[in-house]
């Protein structure tokens, strides 16, 4: 039998009248659909308001006291009447339902509460045999809901796109953490998800990073610490140059010669090796393509890290000469670019009225000797895109810093005709972490974060000797908590708000934390651990044991999670479930001392446990979602 037979068997044994079907209704993926379903048809009878204005309007609320599902009543349209008045006129005569208790309302709000025993049948059954998939929605991806095998909607997300032999910071940092999230969560949704990082990879400074490496590199070093050791040369060779610029202002002040530091010195000379590597120069282009594997390779051991596994890693250097060409000829024949100065021009405001036109500025498309820019480059790219995957949606998580870079790269792929395109690109922007420094000093790379996190979280371990010598790998297990400090700590408010890069706070037991989140984890193992019952003895539990308000309140918490996530695809914001995380292992841990397992008799000890095992897997799932890595012990 199917999820949905096994659910229509429930709901006529709970003697529920059979749910109507509603367009966004997935009573079986969703239990609180369910309600939502029942409580349309109740509505729509007394009421007299369409079902397809009625089910959109119930809402889930954020706090238990208000009940599980509200009716705001001006939201059916009704004309002539009072919303309190009408709400009152529902109440008389709303009939008795087998899910719902009666409705009270509030103000203009209709009050839905569930009868929770009925919850608790629907509910944790559903949750122990969905597993991982608890929470999941792999229709909403579809192209057609009605018809699966025309297949699922492809996005794009492209996030992290640190510059090689450059640092990695808070700005990549931040991309990386809510990319790899929303990856996550439209997977999670049904959708085919490509992960994309964007490189920072081309340009004159990698031919200048090529010379330094001929001056100061070391095959050793290269090998075995790509990202640093072409940092370090980085470093170096722009030191040279900037002494370079020096001294040939010296000699021009002094009204001597500096043609041959011009001519010959490292600036012309990044500049012919670049020439280089743009005309495909078979040893310029392997030096350089050297560089960006290696890069890569280490960059891969890190994301893994994150549990991030980048699909295609594109980069600035993978922008083809002709697609700039052509774009560059179709803004020119379509009088969207111009020249000036000698070097071509977008002039928004000649193009969008107003002020928006003006905000937009005049960016430079092509300088004087004629080296395509950022912008161009990801004008060409967001096409080459589009040919490659033809995909439905694509993301753009950069840093708000970015906003007028984006808006202006989206409002120049409207202008020369690319409409649709348009229409499916969107900028995920966020803010600033604030003195993201360590006790080593300012931070360069991931690693060097990961890594003094993790040394912190040792040490705030090792504070409890008797916990410590119980982990098998506290080195491995500190490494974990430090990485989901630093997460958790980032999602912790919304994205566009800026934060304090607080190192204690991060790896602090007390409050809303990653090692709080983490330990309510463990915990919830520890106890499955020691209980040790079978999946089916679980599922026989007699659920109507679980009477305290204690028991109820967790039931009503768990049940909101699929709302959670499907609402969590409006906001697109991690802190929708990590809010709702906190609040689920708040109502968790304050029930421990009142639904105690060890001492009862079997059958409650049961009925607990599936409660628990429940927990269990939503907190499992939303961690994963926001690519945690939950640990079993610490
Ligand atoms: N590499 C860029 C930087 O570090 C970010 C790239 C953002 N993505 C894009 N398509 N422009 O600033």
Request: aromatic residues 8%; negative net charge.
């Amino acid at each position: 039998t199917t999820a949905s037979e096994q659910l229509t068997q429930k709901l006529k044994t709970l003697s529920v009248t059979p749910l109507q079907e509603y367009p966004n209704c997935f009573p079986d993926v969703n239990p609180v659909d369910i309600y939502r379903s029942h409580l349309t048809s109740i509505l729509t009878e007394v009421t007299g308001v369409d079902a397809k204005i009625v089910y959109p309007a119930l809402q889930w609320t954020q706090t238990l006291e208000k009940g599980d599902l509200v009716l705001p009543v001006p939201a059916l349209r009704v004309k002539g009447k009072k919303p309190d008045e009408l709400a009152a006129e529902w109440i008389q005569k709303f009939p008795e339902s087998p899910l719902v208790h009666p409705p009270s309302h509030n103000g203009a709000f209709l009050q839905f509460f569930f009868k929770v025993d009925k919850l608790a049948e629907v509910l944790i059954p559903s949750i122990l045999k969905k597993k991982q998939a608890f929470g999941l929605n792999p229709f909403l991806g579809l192209k057609d809901i009605n018809e699966p095998s025309k297949g699922r909607k492809r996005m794009i997300v492209e996030f992290s796109s640190p510059n090689i032999a450059k640092p990695f910071h808070a700005g990549h940092l931040r991309s990386t953490i809510i990319g790899g999230f929303l990856s996550n969560l439209y997977e999670g949704a049904g959708w085919e998800v490509i992960r994309m990082n964007y490189l920072g990879d081309w340009g004159k400074q990698y031919g200048l990073l090529a010379l330094g490496f001929e001056k100061y590199g070391d095959e050793e070093a290269l090998k075995a610490d790509p990202i640093n050791h072409l940092y370090e040369i980085y470093v170096k060779i722009n030191k040279d140059l900037t002494e370079e610029k020096d001294q040939i202002k010296e000699l021009e002040a002094a009204g001597k010669d500096a043609s041959e530091l011009k001519d010959n010195g490292l600036d012309e000379q990044a500049r012919r090796y670049f020439k280089a590597m743009t005309d495909n120069d078979k040893k310029a282009i392997d030096q350089w393509a050297r560089f960006r594997d290696l890069s890569i390779r280490r960059y891969k051991e890190t994301y893994a890290r994150l549990n991030i596994n980048f699909d295609d890693y594109s980069g600035e250097s993978q922008v083809k000469q002709e697609g700039m060409d052509a774009a560059a000829k179709r803004m020119a024949d379509m009088g969207v670019s111009e020249e000036s100065e000698g070097a071509v021009i977008v002039d928004f405001s000649k193009h969008v009225p107003g002020k928006v036109g003006k905000s937009l500025e005049r960016p430079i498309i092509k300088k004087k000797d004629g080296t395509a820019l950022y912008l161009t480059r990801d004008i060409t790219e967001m096409m080459q895109r589009e040919e490659k995957y033809h995909f439905d949606h694509m993301i753009y998580v950069v840093a708000s810093a970015q906003d007028l870079h984006l808006k202006q790269l989206f409002k120049i792929i409207e202008l020369i005709g690319y409409k649709e395109l348009a229409q499916k690109v969107q900028h995920i922007n966020f803010g600033l972490v604030l003195g993201m420094s360590t006790r080593k000093g300012t931070v360069k790379f991931l690693d060097d974060i990961l890594r003094d996190v993790g040394e912190k979280m040792h040490e705030v371990m090792m504070t409890n000797a008797t916990k410590y010598e119980q982990v098998d790998d506290p080195l491995g297990t500190a490494d974990i908590l430090g990485i989901s400090s630093v997460m958790v700590q980032d999602m912790s408010g919304k994205r566009i708000n800026n934060y304090e890069f607080n190192m204690d706070a991060m790896t602090s037991f007390e409050g809303d934390t990653g090692p709080y989140l983490q330990y309510a984890h463990a915990r919830l193992c520890s106890i499955t651990r020691r209980v040790a019952l079978s999946d089916e003895e679980l599922l026989s539990a007699d659920l109507s044991l679980l009477t305290e308000s204690h028991a109820h309140n967790l039931l009503r918490v768990i049940s909101q999670y699929p709302d959670v996530v499907q609402n969590t695809l409006k906001t697109l914001e991690p802190t929708t479930v990590l809010t709702y995380l906190f609040k689920m292992t708040h109502a968790l841990s304050s029930s421990y001392d009142h639904l105690r397992i060890v001492g009862s008799e079997k059958e409650l000890m049961k009925a607990r446990m599936a409660l628990y095992a429940s927990a269990h897997t939503v907190l499992n799932n939303g961690m994963k979602l926001l690519g945690l890595t939950p640990v079993e012990r610490m």
